[in-house]
Nanobody, 123 residues
């Protein structure tokens, strides 16, 4: 059973930058799609970014496209989310997740989840 642990969250000013990390342990990482989701208070969890097993494909929600970049290092069993020019509306708990499918955006298409890391963007 893979365990996913996010880190790197915190308080950032709008227009700044922040990098989130998600480290996997105890299971297979390198052959799976990985994704980042987020959940703001009172809202449903939503897809932010995804990456294929070898990093050859990435896909993004329109709300973050051009500002966020997902990447992975299979040698380190880690996936990253580089957040550039964040906005106050990006404030949320960010989760990483693992999927057996490719180019997936729905929460039920991912089978393992981390506990999340809080990101707060101040204006």
């Amino acid at each position: 059973q893979v365990q996913l642990k996010e880190s790197g969250g915190g308080l950032v000013q709008a227009g700044g930058s922040l990098r989130l990390s998600c480290a996997a342990s105890g299971g297979t990482f390198s052959t799976y799609t990985m994704g980042w989701f987020r959940q703001a208070p009172g809202k449903e969890r939503e897809f932010a970014a995804g990456i294929s097993w070898n990093g050859g494909m990435t896909w993004y929600a329109n709300s973050v496209k051009g500002r966020f970049t997902i990447s992975r290092d299979n040698a380190k069993n880690t996936v990253y989310l580089q957040m550039n020019s964040p906005k106050p509306e990006d404030t949320a708990v960010y989760y990483c997740a693992r999927s057996r499918q490719v180019v997936v955006r729905k929460t039920d298409e991912y089978d393992s989840w981390g506990q999340g890391t809080q990101v707060t963007v101040s204006s």
